[in-house]
């Protein structure tokens, strides 16, 4: 069995769930909105019942069997709506986070990628040490909640030099990356509520996914179109064009390095190749998405997953056997 951690209506979990299925592989979605409310788990220790048992949309996983598992993007409890009281809810969520991230650390499983390590991995501080010391090139940065330190910063890399950007984004709070102005610099002190990520601007010829499953590596150019966002590709998926690329040997061992050092099995790169053929590291995702690249290069990252997880798979079940 290969348990995917996300949401049903996560499409890069259905495109790698697919993958495996046309393999033959058995697997499953865990959609962790489900428990407590919709689903029960049962970990039994010695004595009569000694089951690890898992039942979710009608069926009863054996969780003894479950050899692999994708952490792509877990979801929050689903907490029954009808526990109002704030201490009652936060309760209940703590208790269900200490049970399931036991459980985890109890499957005798391979990890596409460890929990523990990819949460490690998304922090954007020790992303730069780590691709710093692999010996990739990186933007001057600072990272501050000082004033007069952002304000120096931006005034040493000279006017339109600056890009600033927050650790983290998401659905209902996303920001894009942006080109600090000079009428910014009136509001620099808000930096003050919250540390605010600083960078020289990186001039691009393009910019670069790398998204590395395992020993193999696909690295696409993404050119927006002519006029578009120059800060942040991702503001114009739409008019972007991704093709595959390859990387000079000397980036390839820096992110193999990077990956190793971060403990990662799968992670999605963004790389700025400049005018001068220059490769500068902005970060690394492991959870990131690649299905705009495949859909347009016809990489086949899905594919390249579900391998992975079904070899874990095959050769968890040939460890247990000989054993």
């Known amino acids: 069995m290969i348990f995917i951690i996300s949401g049903h209506e996560d499409v890069h979990a259905q495109a ?10 058995e697997a ?3 959609d962790l909105r489900a428990f407590p409310r919709d689903a029960a788990l049962s970990l039994g220790f010695g004595g009569d019942d000694d089951a690890r048992t898992l039942s979710l949309d009608g069926e009863r996983h054996d969780l003894r069997a479950v050899r692999a598992v994708w952490w792509r993007r877990p979801q929050p409890y689903g907490v029954d709506p009808a526990i109002t009281d704030p201490a009652a809810h936060n309760f209940v969520v703590h208790e269900c ?9 109890s499957l005798d499983a391979t990890w596409i990628n460890d929990p523990a390590r990819d949460d490690a991995a998304a922090r954007k501080v020790w992303q730069l040490d780590v691709a710093r010391a692999c ?6 940065t600072l990272i501050t909640n000082d004033p007069a330190r952002a304000r ?15 650790f983290q984004g ?5 920001r894009e990356t942006r080109l600090l102005k000079p009428g910014e ?3 620099i002190d808000l930096v003050r509520h919250a540390p605010v990520i600083f960078q020289e601007y990186v001039p691009a010829d393009a910019d670069l996914r790398v998204t590395v499953v395992g020993d193999r ?48 099995v799968y992670g999605a790169i963004d790389l700025r190749r400049t005018p001068d053929g220059a490769h500068v590291f902005l970060e690394i995702n492991p959870s990131g998405q690649w299905l705009f690249v495949e859909d347009q290069t016809g990489q086949p990252i899905a594919q390249a997953l579900a391998d992975a997880l079904a070899k874990a798979d095959r050769g968890a079940a040939a460890q247990r056997s000989a054993a």
């Not at 998401?170 to 996303?174: G, L, M, P, T």
């Open 152 to 166: 120096a910063f931006a005034g040493a890399m000279g006017d339109g030099r600056t890009i600033y950007k927050a």
């Open 135 to 140: 010996g990739l090139a990186i933007p001057r």
């Open 97 to 105: 986070h200490e049970a399931i991230e036991g459980l985890w650390r």
């Open 217 to 264: 590596i696909f690295p696409a150019a993404i050119r927006s179109r002519e006029g578009a966002y120059a800060v942040d590709f991702r503001m114009d998926m739409a008019g972007a064009r991704i093709e595959p690329c390859a990387l000079p040997a000397p980036v390839e061992t820096g992110l193999r390095r990077l990956m190793a050092r971060l403990g990662l």
């Open 170 to 174: 998401s659905e209902d709070a996303w």
């Open 28 to 30: 499953q979605v865990i």
């Open 185 to 187: 610099l009136d509001r």
């Open 16 to 25: 790698v769930l697919a993958a495996l299925t046309r393999d033959g592989a």
